[in-house]
């Protein structure tokens, strides 16, 4: 553990000791923690996490007809503090880096302690964004609302009309809705 961040490798690369597929992969991980789960997060796979409360977790990956060419890797982080924060960083030599940022709220809040807000996203719709850059940029955006009850709603910039598209919250109590922005679920 380095700072509350673990790191968990599954050797899986078996691509240089077969050439044929894999019918079927299951990596199954019930994780327990002394300390609160943050973050939980593979780089490497498409995993589901089914969370328990705020010490266990299921963490799954299954697929199938696969030539596994990388390790499976899985992080998650521990904290007692209101919300996890780690940083992982990766840079090959000779090449610029990147950075992820984990921050991860408590699991579960008491809803006195819930404050209304809005959220702004603010996505480039530019040429250089047309496509299927475009569209991972709209599926980052759904992640970032899936299982909420929120409505969003979406308004052109007005500095730079079709360069640029806001999504903010609305329809939740508390919350004011942006001149101009219309709701829709």
Sequence with gaps: MNQGLVKYLYPLNTEKFSSRPIEDVSISIELHSHEAIKAIYSPSHDIAVDRQGDYTARIGYEDHDVKPDRDFELYYSVSEEDFG?????????????????????????????????????????????????????????????????????????????????????????????RPGASCAT
Aim: glycine share 8%; net charge negative.
């Design 85 to 177: 924060l780690n940083l992982i960083s990766y840079r090959e030599k000779g090449e610029d880096g990147f950075f992820l940022l984990l921050v991860a709220p408590e699991l579960e809040v008491d809803e006195q302690e819930v404050i209304a807000r809005d959220v702004i996203f603010v996505m480039d719709t530019s040429g250089s964004m047309r496509g299927e850059k475009l569209e991972q940029a709209k599926d980052a955006l759904n992640l970032c609302w899936i299982n909420s009850t929120r409505k969003i709603a979406s308004t052109s910039s007005p500095s730079a009309p079709g360069c640029a598209s806001t999504m903010t919250a609305c329809g939740r109590p508390g919350s004011k809705k």
